[in-house]
């Protein structure tokens, strides 16, 4: 079975300075992880996604996420924030069989509301 | 090209009607997928339709039930309506069920 825990349920950053937002899974096969982005009353954006390439993966609007298999974390980091970035994380994870395939669902955090003040 | 689209927007019924909500996936998208997002919580998984079959199931019960249509078009039926029902309901559509999904906007259902 495979689960997903974000470590924070709010963080609060300030305009210029970093963002991590924490995120440990749980997965009975190699998985593939995402991170998606909500904001209010807008459908869930991609920002990136790991499907065993290279550990290290850049998104959009200058987001990445390190997977680290011994740690079983997959954290999303951007250097500089912005007011734009203010919204909800979702750290997400789907399992695949060995045989190569997905088992097709996307198991969800409970999120990460990330506030950016001025 | 037009993403995911899902109607209606909003929608409000009372404790044990049913309800249709409805789906139309990204233009070459073939699979469609349901979650349930209650408030302040992450999108559960309800079920995923492909070639007009059920191919997984999340841990919903009966009452949930779903149909995809040739066109690739998808209903989420909900039965006998109970208030923890309230939720915004997403859809998303890939193409194969082995790809990324792209969500749309969600339908807000509001169960009295």
């Known amino acids: 079975a495979q689960s997903v825990t974000q470590l924070d349920s709010h963080v609060s950053v300030s305009e210029g300075t970093p963002v991590l937002l924490r995120c440990n899974y749980s997965?009975?096969?190699?998985?593939?992880l995402f991170w998606y982005v909500q904001h209010p009353n807008k459908g869930l954006q991609l920002l990136l996604k790991?499907?065993?390439?290279?550990?290290l993966v850049k998104g959009i609007n200058g987001f990445e996420a390190e997977f680290k298999k011994s740690e079983t974390s997959f954290h999303l980091t951007k250097p500089s924030a912005h007011m734009s970035d203010a919204a909800e994380y979702f750290c997400?994870?789907?399992?695949?069989?060995?045989?190569?395939?997905?088992?097709?669902?996307?198991?969800f955090g409970k999120g990460t509301l990330l506030t950016v003040n001025p | 090209d037009a993403g995911v689209t899902q109607s209606p927007t909003h929608l409000i019924k009372t404790r044990g009607q049913q309800v249709t909500l409805r789906c139309s996936p990204k233009?070459?998208?073939?699979?469609v997928s349901w979650y349930q997002q209650a408030l302040g919580q992450g999108p559960q998984f309800i079920f995923q339709?492909?070639?007009?079959?059920?191919?997984q199931r999340g841990n919903f019960p009966d009452r949930f039930s779903g149909h995809q249509f040739p066109n690739y078009s998808s209903e989420l039926n909900v039965n006998a309506l109970l208030l923890g029902d309230s939720a915004l309901y997403l859809c998303?559509?890939?193409?194969?069920?082995?790809?990324?999904?792209?969500f749309g906007p969600g339908t807000r259902l509001t169960v009295l």
């Open positions: 997400v994870v789907s399992d695949r069989h060995s045989s190569g395939g997905s088992n097709y669902k996307l198991t």
């Open positions: 790991y499907t065993s390439a290279a550990t």
């Open positions: 233009s070459g998208h073939d699979t």
């Open positions: 997965s009975s096969y190699s998985p593939s």
């Open positions: 998303a559509s890939s193409f194969g069920f082995n790809n990324e999904q792209f």
């Open positions: 339709y492909y070639e007009e079959e059920e191919r």
